[in-house]
């Protein structure tokens, strides 16, 4: 079993920018494909981006791609998304998850999610 905490959320501006952490406990974080996802007022849980055990492989979101970048540092047993140029429809609580079985980004194929951190974007 793993448990997530997340941290880094906050209030930025339009084109700012804001770096998320996920750090997880227990021995076996490598063992773990890591993904975020977020969650805005009045919607569902959507898949932002992932990441293989290794680190080699990512996989994004379209409305976040170019602008956001996962990775991973399992020495240190956490992971990290890099939020670029945010706009409004980026606000939401950012949660991060863990799959033992695939690489996906299938809400249901994930296991563990942490707590969420709410970031907020103003105009």
């Known amino acids: 079993q793993v448990q997530l905490v997340e941290s880094g959320g906050g209030l930025v501006q339009v084109g700012g920018s804001l770096r998320l952490s996920c750090a997880a406990s227990?021995?076996?974080?490598?063992?773990?494909?890591m993904g975020w996802f977020r969650q805005a007022p009045g919607k569902e849980r959507e898949f932002v981006a992932a990441?293989?055990?290794?680190?080699?492989?990512?996989m994004y979101e379209d409305a976040v791609k170019g602008r956001f970048t996962i990775s991973r540092d399992n020495a240190k047993n956490t992971v990290y998304l890099q939020m670029n140029s945010l706009k409004p429809e980026d606000t939401a609580v950012y949660y991060c998850?863990?799959?033992?079985?695939?690489?996906?980004?299938?809400?249901?194929?994930?296991?563990?999610w942490g707590q969420g951190t709410q970031v907020t974007v103003s105009s």
């Open positions: 998850a863990a799959d033992q079985k695939e690489y996906g980004a299938t809400y249901s194929s994930y296991d563990y």
């Open positions: 990441i293989s055990r290794g680190g080699l492989r990512t």
């Open positions: 227990g021995r076996t974080f490598s063992s773990y494909v």
